[in-house]
């Protein structure tokens, strides 16, 4: 990639780009007003009371709760962490944990970490759409859960689960369980309402670099009352409840962030689901062997995760990427590890769909000449792969016909 | 929420409002004693002074003969402080004996408190102990000398733990033992502590842990509360098994519910049945009826309280 070509970017479900009035309303808390808020001086006060107006901010924009229920944490995975130990720990009485199948290692390494220490984890699998049973969630309900975790929207499919009715079903059958939600991929996409809409949910994480803030800014919402010890001790920061300097700059700029996001939410979700569709329906037609995965449930509007059977993933990104394309892939080999996508396994997406999947994901920064141009040069970036893959007849453009035993052969 | 209070304490406080004799309303002037507890930022203080009649050589054998207050709170507040001040004209004690009385004297006197009410005992219990302490200093009394512990290093050198309502942490740890309080629930109740914010509940050195150092641990033991109450575990009704429960429920979806939704073009789908909970899903013009989690309240949850067990709770799933 040359170092003048325009960047197209389409994985901002991975991180997005700090908004200019973001970073604008940040800059002063570095350069003038740089104090530290629990100092006792008066521009030192100021800083403070700026804390204070961007915790009510965020307040506000989750359906008016109480500051009070706003810690602010590092990142995602902390307010994770945080409420997940924090839940357990709290409550030892009780050594049952529900989440799913599909979460973010956030979460679900977490959960594994319980595990170990003697925690029961269940882990609620999915259907071919990325969908729960609710019945089977019903069913892992015992007097022993202690916590039910359940992320709001998948990050690799943008699956949406129906947190409003997991979480009424999880407390009305027993008041003490409690709910925690990781909302990292919805938090500024779906409107989200803590006193009205999700009265249940009783922990909330996410963070502010999925919604054009900068890296290094999460929010734990903590409902009053819930039984969570923190982790993060040394400090009376945050009532005590995760100690350390607030991050200043961040914490303004992750309100501006929250703030812009529910300004425009509407329109911005309309521009990027004519988008994404326009994308969609165009791969679709015009490349054979596809799926998209995850389209037969809700689905948030800037997410599209597609396979293309029988060639891999991370050769698409290589060469999207050689016009400035920037998107991700569930391949084991862009995974960091060897394995390939644990979400679309859960799925039973097919092998041979799970390695050759792409993850586009789109923001309000992103126009239609970004998506044309991803239009015209991905039905090629297919077929060069395609050429080369001893699964693909090229002369039909359709699979071999032996193709899924030769799969079947070399998987043994 | 109306609270339960007894005739006595509605009495004691009517009583009071309306200046009847005997009622103990009002500030005595150059009192023997007077101590006072809360503020109005907290939701009550009280005043409190008494008189005694000296002893000529004896000051420890003062006998206390009048006692007044003046309070700002609740009914149940005012009520308190006249059975505080009822108690010690009545009992002849002295300064020194007057600090046996708890504020469970003080509850007993009016027939009971609610439970969100114990402060205000607790408020009269601590004013009449600050009351005693003005008194020894006036009359140069040395209490340390006769044992008596004054806590004077408690709110000085006490490290903060409910803010809300300015409480240390040797405090509330007295409290704690003083008046046997097991959950984070009780000691709200009593001292208020954790009542505001509720951010101190479950912060390292917050109330659960000053709970756990108190009792050591114990506290969860002999106390349901703070363990988390266990699910339902009522199973189905030992006259039945667990089938002929779901199939006595299942009857009576089919027979007279379903029919019922049927006309209105609904229906309703059982997705589970735990212990004596049916979780239900709406189907049809049900479904998207904005009255849904209405209609299964009202009738599939009566009909099967009606019909099956009065114990069924429906959750709509």
């Keep these: 990639m040359s170092k003048f070509m325009k960047i197209i970017y389409l994985d901002n479900n991975a991180t997005t780009q700090t908004a200019p009035e973001v970073f604008e309303s940040m800059v002063p808390y570095f350069t003038e007003q740089y104090f530290n808020p629990s100092s006792m001086y008066e521009p030192a006060r100021q800083t403070g009371q700026a804390v204070t107006a961007a915790r009510r901010k965020i307040a506000d924009c989750l359906g008016h709760v109480d500051p009070k229920e706003i810690l602010f944490t590092g990142c995602a995975t902390e307010s994770n962490n945080t409420a997940i130990l924090g839940a ?15 979460e973010h290692p956030a979460v679900m390494e977490v959960c594994r970490e319980l595990e170990r220490n003697g925690c029961k984890v269940t882990y609620l699998g999915v259907d071919r759409d990325g969908k729960l049973d609710v019945r089977e969630f019903i069913r892992a309900l015992t007097p022993e859960t202690l916590l039910v975790s359940i992320m709001h929207a998948n990050n690799e499919t943008g699956v949406i689960f129906p947190i409003d009715q997991l979480s009424r079903i999880t407390k009305q059958t027993d008041p003490s369980i409690i709910f925690h939600t990781d909302a990292t991929q919805t938090v500024g996409k779906l409107p989200i309402d803590l006193a009205l809409g999700l009265p249940y949910v009783d922990l909330m994480s996410f963070s502010g670099h999925k919604l054009h803030a900068p890296k290094g800014v999460g929010v734990l919402f903590i409902r009053r009352g819930t039984r969570c010890r923190p982790y993060m001790l040394g400090g009376h920061q945050e009532d005590g409840r995760r100690a350390g300097t607030e991050n200043v700059p961040y914490i303004i700029g992750i309100a501006k962030a929250l703030e812009l996001a529910m300004e425009h939410r509407e329109q911005d979700e309309a521009k990027i689901e004519r988008l994404r569709t326009r994308l969609e329906n165009a791969l679709v037609q015009k490349i054979a062997s596809v799926q998209v995965n995850g389209k037969g449930a809700p689905r ?25 394309i ?9 995974s960091g590890s060897l394995e390939p996508s644990h979400v679309l396994r859960a799925m039973k997406v097919p092998f ?35 050429k080369l893959s001893p699964y693909w007849d090229n002369e039909r453009n359709t699979p071999r016909a032996d193709a899924l035993s030769l799969v079947q052969q070399t998987q043994t | 929420m109306g609270w339960e209070y007894s005739e006595k304490t ?17 500030e005595i002037e150059n ?29 420890a054998q003062d006998i206390i003969t009048e006692a007044k207050y003046l309070t700002f709170g609740c009914t149940s507040a005012i009520a308190s402080s006249e059975a505080l001040c009822d108690i010690i004209e009545k009992g002849n004690y002295t300064p020194l004996t007057a600090l046996k009385i708890q504020n469970s004297d003080i509850v007993d006197y009016l027939h009971g408190l609610p439970e969100q009410k114990i402060h205000c005992s607790v408020m009269g219990a601590e004013a009449l102990e600050a009351a005693v302490f003005n008194w020894a200093q006036r009359r140069g009394v040395d209490l340390k000398k006769l044992g008596i512990d004054m806590h004077d290093q408690e709110t000085e050198e006490g490290r903060m733990v409910c803010k809300c309502f300015s409480l240390t942490e040797p405090y509330i740890k007295r409290k704690i033992r003083e008046l046997n309080l097991r959950t984070i629930p009780q000691i709200t109740n009593a001292i208020k502590a954790g009542g505001g914010c509720s951010s101190c509940h479950h912060v390292p050195g917050g109330l659960q842990d000053l709970l756990d150092q108190v ?76 009255g849904a989690s209405q209609t299964l309240k009202m009738m599939v949850e009566r009909s099967l309280k009606d019909q099956v067990d009065e114990r069924i709770r429906v959750i709509e799933a």
Excluded at chain 1, 312 to 320: A, P, W
Excluded at chain 2, 10 to 26: E, I
Excluded at chain 2, 38 to 46: F, L, V
């Design chain 1, 88 to 102: 357990a720990h709290a409550n030892p009485n009780r050594r049952h944990v529900i989440t799913t199948t599909v």
């Design chain 1, 326 to 334: 920037c998107a991700s892939s569930g391949s084991a080999c862009t």
């Design chain 2, 10 to 26: 509605k009495q004691l406080f009517m009583d009071a409002v309306h200046g009847k004799p005997g009622t103990h309303l009002g």
């Design chain 2, 215 to 290: 009792w050591g641990g114990q506290a969860a033991a002999s106390s349901g509360l703070v363990q988390l109450p266990v699910l339902p575990a009522e199973p189905a009704p030992a006259d039945f098994s667990p089938y002929q429960f779901a199939k006595k429920i299942e009857k009576v979806v089919d027979e007279y519910i379903r029919p019922a939704l049927r006309a209105d073009g609904g229906d309703v789908e059982i997705m589970d049945i735990k212990g004596t909970i049916v979780y239900c899903s709406l189907r049809g013009a049900c479904a998207n009826c904005m």
């Design chain 1, 300 to 324: 948030l509007a800037n997410t599209l995760n597609i396979s293309f059977h029988y060639i891999e993933g991370e050769g698409m990104l290589f060469q999207l990427s050689g016009y400035g």
């Design chain 1, 352 to 386: 041979t769909a799970v390695h050759g999947s792409v993850r586009f994901s789109l923001s309000r920064y992103n126009t239609e000449e970004d998506v044309d141009t991803v239009i015209e040069v991905f039905p090629q970036i297919v077929a060069n792969l395609r």
């Design chain 2, 31 to 59: 009192p023997d004693g007077m101590g006072e507890h809360g503020s109005i930022a907290c939701g009550d203080s009280m005043r409190f002074t008494f008189r005694v009649t000296r002893h000529p050589s004896d000051p």
